[in-house]
Nanobody, 126 residues
Framework: EVQFVESGGGLVQAGGSLRLSCAASGFTFDDYVIGWFRQAPGKEREGVSC????????YYADSVKGRFTVSSDNAKDTVYLQMNSLKPEDTAVYYCAARLGYYSGSYCRYYGMDSWGKGTLVTVSS
């Protein structure tokens, strides 16, 4: 059974940084796209950043480009999201999710993901 456990969320002031981690278990596939999604209260879930295991390509939502960086450590089965220069509008529950298969990082669509973690809350105060 595939499981994702997110950690690293918390309360931070605007301009601060956080690093989210997504630890995967039962995940022994070669080709997949994995990434981070977020959902703010009253808003639709959106893709923030994804990375392809197949070609290493990445995707970033326009709202986070230049501030967030996605990376993976295959030896630890962990995906990270480094978030810098945080803004109050980044406040949301952040989820880790993946879709099996050969996809580029641009396949960062919440409705296409197969497996989800339970999320970690990020709150950015102004």
């Amino acid at each position: 059974e595939v499981q994702f456990v997110e950690s690293g969320g918390g309360l931070v002031q605007a301009g601060g940084s956080l690093r989210l981690s997504c630890a995967a278990s039962g995940f022994t596939f070669d080709d997949y796209v994995i990434g981070w999604f977020r959902q703010a209260p009253g808003k639709e879930r959106e893709g923030v950043s994804c990375i392809s295991s197949s070609d290493g390509s990445t995707y970033y939502a326009d709202s986070v480009k230049g501030r967030f960086t996605v990376s993976s450590d295959n030896a630890k089965d962990t995906v990270y999201l480094q978030m810098n220069s945080l803004k109050p509008e980044d406040t949301a529950v952040y989820y880790c999710a993946a879709r099996l298969g050969y996809y580029s990082g641009s396949y960062c669509r919440y409705y296409g993901m197969d497996s989800w973690g339970k999320g970690t809350l990020v709150t950015v105060s102004s």
